[in-house]
């Protein structure tokens, strides 16, 4: 015999029952706590201001009023974390892409690395590097700050998005998005319905800026990511790729 998954409706009862007088034991609670002018909410006694009535509770406004700076508080502390959480791993991905080239330190790296701030054995390594004799060319990127990285990633995009972007330049943020094979892929997927492989090839070259060759490795690069998995992006036209590269996405 099988158990019935739906409640009696006596248990049915005494469950609504029992939810009504804790929402009542809330509103009470809520009630004292103007009375007396404390300021300690929990989440119960949010959503019981959220949701009790107007005649329940007196002074019903100010207490969402309060309520709602407390999230707006809460929010910005919240955003102010984040972007702290984004900074923190922006320099952790600095160092470790620097500890990955360890093995290939020169002496003109070392004004870099004591910049981006490395571990104790990191600066052990430092040490035997001043009396070492690696000489040459440095390995390690010049670093710019989350600031500034920032700020120019809000220019990057503002430009690329921008409708008064002049073609030329358009194209070339395009090609440094993560986009931009895909976006060449999908249009010699279109061409080839109606043309050859060679053709295809030229078209989205020509349509792109780059050569045959480019959008025939751009082609494989995304094949092999994928595998046997279906294309997610539906396949163009070289016409719709020029369109795009030049003027943006369509609005």
Not at 224 to 245: S, V
Request: hydrophobic share 35%.
């Amino acid at each position: 015999m099988t158990r019935n998954r739906f409640q009696p409706p006596r248990k049915r009862a005494r469950h609504k029952a029992k939810e009504k007088k804790k929402i009542n034991n809330r509103i009470r609670s809520l009630r004292q706590q103007l009375e007396y002018k404390k300021v300690q909410l929990t989440s119960s006694d949010l959503m019981a201001a959220f949701f009790a009535k107007e005649s329940e509770i007196p002074n019903i406004q100010a207490l969402r009023h309060e309520i709602s700076r407390r999230l707006a508080t809460a929010s910005s502390v919240a955003i102010v974390a984040l972007i702290e959480k984004y900074e923190r791993d922006y320099k952790r991905g600095i160092r470790l892409d620097a500890y990955r080239k360890r093995h290939r330190w020169r002496r003109a790296d070392v004004g870099r690395l004591l910049q981006i701030g490395v571990s104790h054995a990191g600066q052990r390594r430092i040490g035997r590097l001043l009396t070492s004799k690696a000489v040459g060319r440095g390995v390690v990127h010049k670093s710019i700050s989350f600031q500034e990285m920032a700020v120019s990633v809000g220019h990057f995009w503002t430009r690329l998005f921008d409708r008064d972007t002049p073609p030329n330049e358009r194209r070339l943020l395009y090609k440094q998005t993560r986009w931009w094979p895909d976006f060449i892929e999908a249009a010699y997927r279109g061409e080839r319905m109606s043309v050859s492989s060679t053709e295809a090839e030229a078209r989205v070259a020509a349509a792109s800026g780059v050569s045959a060759s480019e959008v025939h490795r751009l082609c494989q690069m995304v094949r092999n990511a994928r595998g046997n998995a279906a294309p997610e992006d539906p396949p163009t036209t070289a016409e719709e790729l020029r369109r795009h590269l030049e003027f943006g996405p369509a609005r």
